[in-house]
């Protein structure tokens, strides 16, 4: 559950469990085990939330579709693309 609500409280907290992976001197085994997820096993963004930004950040240039996610990490997420 704890990986779950770094999860859910955005890529700064995920950071904070990727942190926390490497401490097994201090963290339970199966606690570890849980936190090392965040490290390549994130669950990416709602692809309508990553089609905003890119309309944002390109303003009136004509947006690509976004396909497939590729890969997804705490700070950023890979997509397939169609241009034109």
Known sequence: RLR?????????FVKLGQCAAARE?????EVAAEMRRL?????PFPLEQAEALVKRELGNAA????GD???????????RVSVG
């Open 63 to 66: 947006p690509p579709t976004l």
């Open 69 to 79: 996610v590729v890969a997804a990490a705490s700070l950023g997420q890979v997509y």
């Open 4 to 12: 779950l609500a770094l999860e859910a409280l955005g890529p700064a």
């Open 39 to 43: 490290c390549d096993q994130v669950a």
């Open 25 to 29: 001197d201090i963290l339970s085994d």
